[in-house]
């Protein structure tokens, strides 16, 4: 039914930067919200960031957990179907799998995770 497919993860030294892509196909239309979840080894997924469907003149309404505010920033290009994740600043917590995710209809649907190392 929906597709998630991330690109843009890799090794980057402390303060570099990365942009994440996630690219949807398939039953893409009653989005409720898309966005990212990071697991570092050990921990449990956390929440990066998400837009929710609607709201502010229908651009979406954006959530960013704190530890990220300020550094990260996450778009949805809408004819492209793809949502980005651009990430500044970039720390040695931020080290981890990247999953892309989306609601819709009561239903969730992951991508396939790409990995982020950040060196100090």
């Known amino acids: 039914q929906v597709q998630l497919v991330e690109s843009g993860g890799g090794l980057v030294q402390a303060g570099g930067s990365l942009r994440l892509s996630c690219a949807a196909s398939g039953s893409i239309f009653a989005i409720n919200a898309m966005g990212w979840y990071r697991q570092a080894p050990g921990k449990q997924r956390e929440l990066v960031a998400n837009?929710?469907?609607?709201?502010?003149?229908?651009?979406?309404?954006?959530n960013y957990a704190d530890s990220v505010k300020g550094r990260f920033t996450i778009s949805r290009e809408y004819t492209e179907n793809t949502v980005y994740l651009q990430m500044n600043s970039l720390k040695a917590e931020d080290t981890g799998v990247y999953y892309c995710y989306m609601t819709r209809r009561g239903s969730e649907y992951w991508g396939q995770g790409t990995q982020v190392t950040v060196s100090s």
């Open positions: 837009i929710l469907s609607g709201g502010i003149l229908s651009g979406g309404i954006t």
